[in-house]
Structure formats: structure tokens, C-alpha cells
């Protein structure tokens, strides 16, 4: 059984880097499937972030691209995100979740998220 | 685009059915068959219950089904029960360039 748990810090000051990191459990990161991160801010919907394969293939979501990172350890088995420069906007819970995909390249396709992790409130504060 | 469209709201009476619709463009719903829709309990993470417009991953009832007409596609559940009170979150493919596109979300009150 797949079981994904997200973990750092869940107070950030503005302006600063957020930093969480994804422990899988229950199957290997390097079996195969896209590995992404997506939020929800209190109160409101989800929006994807980005996701990775285990040879660290990434695609970002163009309007936070040129802050995020998303980088992977296999040896630890998770996944890791980092946000720069961040504001009250990113307020949100984290959730990481396993990608099913299709394609690769500008072919590149992510078909649906199962499982999800728990989540992870961060907030950011002034 | 910034979302998928879903109705804020729909309610519906213990062993009822309800439908919850999800419009996009042709640049993601009317072109492509991978369009998800997702549970979120209050208070819980979401949880796939529905995957490439109609097929339903083990173990979701099969009171739960997808389906898709042009832009637009639909979440419908049949004999309505306390616990369907969630709410659900379609997604899809987009070739707009940002990948992956959700719905606003929709809350399902049953009465």
C-alpha cells in the first residue's frame, strides 16, 4: 500500500524559502510515475504545482515555475519542494501526491493524482 | 483559462441522485479524455474516484460515475448517502501550457 506523508516547517516568514519534503512509503520512487505537489489555500481549490520522475525530470506550472524547485532523493525514498520568495499568497496546504502520466518531452501528459498524502498547512507570516 | 467551471453547490436527499458538471474548453475537457474527479471530506485530503472520464479506481462504489459530452464533463451520483458530503474537484489535461487544470470545486450537502 502506497502511503505518502508530507513534512517541514509549517511557519514561514514572507519573503523567505519554503521547504517540505514527501516520504513514500510502500513503493519505490524509481519503479516508475511522476511524483507532484499540489495546494490548496484555506477555503479554496486546488492548483498544481509540479511534478518529478526519479531521474528528475520535472514540469512546473509556468506561473510559479520561476520560484519553485522540485528535486528527488532515491536513496530516501521522497521527494522534496522548495518556494522562494514567498507571501501570505502561498498560504495553503501542501499536498503531495503519485502522478499517473502519459508521454514525455512537450508530449508530456499527467493523467490523474492517486494517492495523495495527508497535507501539510503552511503559513506565512509578516 | 484559470479553471475549470463547477456549480459552488448542489444538494440532494438521502438515496437521490445528483450530477455535478465540469466545463472547460477544447483546450483541455472537449479534447482529451483525462479528466479526473476527486472526494475531499472536510477537514481530509482528496481522494480519486474517478479517472479518464468514466473509470472508477478499486474499491469506489459503483454509485459513482463519469461522463463526458463536449466541453463539458459530469460527475453523477446515485442513491445518496451521509457520507457522500464532500467536495468533489474535477481536473484535466490542458494544452494551454500549464498542464493541469482544476475546477473550482463543489460542495455536495445531502439533505
Known amino acids: 500500500q502506497v502511503q505518502l506523508q508530507e513534512s517541514g516547517p509549517r511557519l514561514v516568514k514572507s519573503s523567505e524559502t519554503l521547504s517540505l519534503t514527501c516520504a513514500v512509503s510502500g513503493y519505490s520512487l524509481t519503479t516508475g510515475y511522476y511524483w507532484g505537489w499540489i495546494r490548496q489555500p484555506p477555503g479554496r481549490g486546488l492548483e498544481w504545482i509540479g511534478s518529478?520522475?526519479?531521474?528528475?525530470?520535472?514540469y512546473y506550472s509556468p506561473p510559479l515555475k520561476s520560484r519553485v524547485t522540485i528535486s528527488v532523493d532515491t536513496s530516501k525514498n521522497q521527494v522534496s519542494l522548495r518556494l522562494s520568495s514567498v507571501t501570505a499568497a502561498d498560504t495553503a496546504v501542501y499536498y503531495c501526491?503519485?502522478?499517473?502520466?502519459?508521454?514525455?518531452?512537450?508530449?508530456?501528459?499527467?493523467?490523474?493524482?492517486?494517492?495523495w498524502g495527508q497535507g501539510i498547512l503552511v503559513t506565512v507570516s509578516s | 483559462q484559470s479553471a475549470l467551471t463547477q456549480p459552488p453547490s448542489v444538494s440532494g436527499s438521502l438515496g437521490q441522485s445528483v450530477t455535478i458538471s465540469c466545463t472547460g474548453t477544447s483546450s483541455d475537457v472537449g479534447s482529451y479524455s483525462r479528466v479526473s474527479w476527486y472526494q475531499q471530506p472536510p477537514g481530509t485530503a482528496p481522494k480519486l474516484i474517478i479517472y479518464e472520464v468514466s473509470n472508477r479506481p478499486s474499491g469506489v462504489p459503483d454509485r459513482f460515475s463519469g461522463s463526458k459530452s463536449g466541453n463539458t464533463a459530469s460527475l453523477t451520483i446515485s442513491g445518496l448517502q451521509a457520507e457522500d458530503e464532500a467536495d468533489y474537484y474535477c481536473s484535466s489535461y490542458t494544452s494551454s501550457g500549464t498542464y493541469v487544470i482544476f475546477g473550482g470545486g463543489t460542495k455536495l450537502t445531502v439533505l
Open positions: 501526491a503519485r502522478v499517473n502520466y502519459y508521454g514525455s518531452g512537450s508530449n508530456w501528459r499527467p493523467n490523474w493524482f492517486d494517492p
Open positions: 518529478i520522475f526519479h531521474s528528475g525530470s520535472t
